[in-house]
């Protein structure tokens, strides 16, 4: 199947890369489906979604409700975190396929990227599966793969998944979707990450506490207050604050006192009277 016309359902700031490149592909997207617009800021005032502003100005017509994708006269729906359930009815009538960044049936679910560096993965890539009831159950129609860099942070590891999955959606669409292949494997699932997922246990081994930073928001506690550690390194020796861990000690470089912007750890730490004995987690 080589689609002619699309609709486009997606809502944060990852799911605009898509959107433009299938544009620019030449594809006819005949709608596109995000989320209401939302209160942002201290005004209060009301904002699109980033993938309903690029939708403007592009001139693509937007829709808040996915059952108007059955009226678009479109031959197949793509979907790129859209972060909303897709009814049976709707999956019925129209074809949709899911550009999901993992390795299916591995890290189903909302937070794929921050599983696979968590669980201290060394590989993840992007499927573009189909859309099932299930969740991310459907078979897989193309893939890529890519390498997790030891230091890499999950904002960057989903840019460059971002760039690999666009290409790889774009070229898919354009040969034509062939039969999708079954999952095969043991499914893990990617529940989405809560605080105690991010708190930092001194006594844990140095490479787990790397990987929540990783992450990105990993925090601890400071005389009582919410400390967070926004950079950390396995090899000290640069101009950070050593801190000890479970296995090896840990070297900070970026942190966030509370009620304070992100900054060197040196920085903090010379603002902060530190001494060698001193340790977060208080």
């Given at each position: 199947?080589?689609?002619?016309?699309?609709?486009?359902?997606?809502?944060?700031?990852?799911?605009?890369?898509?959107?433009?490149a299938l544009h620019a592909a030449g594809f006819d997207i005949r709608l596109v489906v995000t989320n209401p617009d939302t209160r942002r800021g201290r005004g209060g005032k009301t904002a699109p979604s980033p993938v309903k502003a690029a939708a403007v100005d592009l001139g693509i017509p937007v829709s808040h409700t996915v059952d108007d994708v059955l009226d678009a006269?479109?031959?197949?729906?793509v979907v790129v975190a859209f972060g909303r359930i897709i009814r049976p009815h709707v999956l019925a009538e129209l074809p949709m396929v899911n550009l999901h960044f993992s390795l299916l049936p591995r890290?189903?679910?909302?937070?794929?990227?921050?599983?696979?560096?968590?669980?201290?993965?060394?590989?993840t890539g992007v499927d573009l599966m189909v859309v099932e009831e299930g969740l991310d159950t459907g078979a897989v129609h193309a893939r890529?793969?890519?390498?997790?860099?030891?230091?890499?942070?999950?904002?960057?590891?989903?840019?460059?998944?971002v760039d690999a999955g666009t290409e790889l959606l774009v070229s898919t669409l354009q040969s034509g979707l062939g039969e999708p292949t079954p999952q095969v494997?043991?499914?893990?699932?990617?529940?989405?990450?809560?605080?105690?997922?991010?708190?930092?246990?001194?006594?844990?081994?140095?490479?787990?506490?790397?990987?929540?930073v990783r992450v990105g928001g990993a925090w601890t506690t400071l005389a009582g207050e919410?400390?967070?550690?926004?950079?950390?390194?396995?090899?000290?020796?640069?101009?950070?604050?050593?801190?000890?861990t479970g296995t090896a000690p840990i070297e900070l470089l970026e942190v966030?006192?509370?009620?304070?912007?992100?900054?060197?750890?040196?920085?903090?730490?010379?603002?902060?009277?530190?001494?060698?004995g001193d340790r977060l987690g208080t």
């Open positions: 199947m080589r689609p002619r016309s699309l609709v486009y359902l997606g809502t944060p700031a990852m799911s605009v890369p898509p959107l433009r006269g479109a031959d197949l729906g890290w189903r679910g909302a937070a794929p990227v921050e599983r696979a560096i968590l669980a201290g993965d060394e590989r890529t793969e890519l390498d997790i860099g030891p230091d890499e942070t999950a904002e960057e590891l989903r840019a460059r998944l494997g043991e499914p893990e699932y990617a529940h989405k990450l809560g605080p105690d997922d991010l708190r930092i246990d001194w006594h844990a081994p140095a490479e787990r506490i790397h990987r929540q919410r400390f967070k550690v926004w950079r950390t390194s396995l090899q000290p020796g640069g101009d950070g604050v050593v801190h000890p966030q006192p509370a009620g304070k912007a992100r900054m060197a750890a040196s920085a903090w730490a010379n603002g902060a009277r530190w001494s060698d």
